[in-house]
């Protein structure tokens, strides 16, 4: 059963009349190649970018792991 058929005409009226909102941007970016990052790396080769990128992905990630483990390893020692 529909639950329109039971609320008053003035509540189906005004949910029929919601403004549509426009979407705006809050910054401009030019769509050219190269700037989907928020650094530039243009003049760099794609090896170099990828290698810089993959080294610091990598010492981000490991260093709560390594960090909790040298810690369990001073614990164990004491």
Same mark, same amino acid.
């Given at each position: 059963m529909s639950m329109q058929r039971f609320t008053s005409?003035?509540?189906r009226a005004v949910k029929g009349r919601q403004p549509s909102f426009v979407s705006q941007r809050a910054m401009h970016v030019e769509n050219r190649?190269?700037?989907n990052f928020p650094f530039r790396y243009e003049?760099?080769?794609k090896t170099r970018f990828t290698v810089g990128f993959v080294?610091? @992905?990598t010492i981000g990630?490991? $260093?709560p792991f390594l960090?909790? @483990?040298f810690q369990l390893k001073? $614990?164990?020692a004491t």
């Open positions: 005409v003035s509540v190649v190269n700037n003049g760099e080769s080294s610091v @992905a990630f490991s $260093a960090a909790c @483990a001073k $614990a164990a």
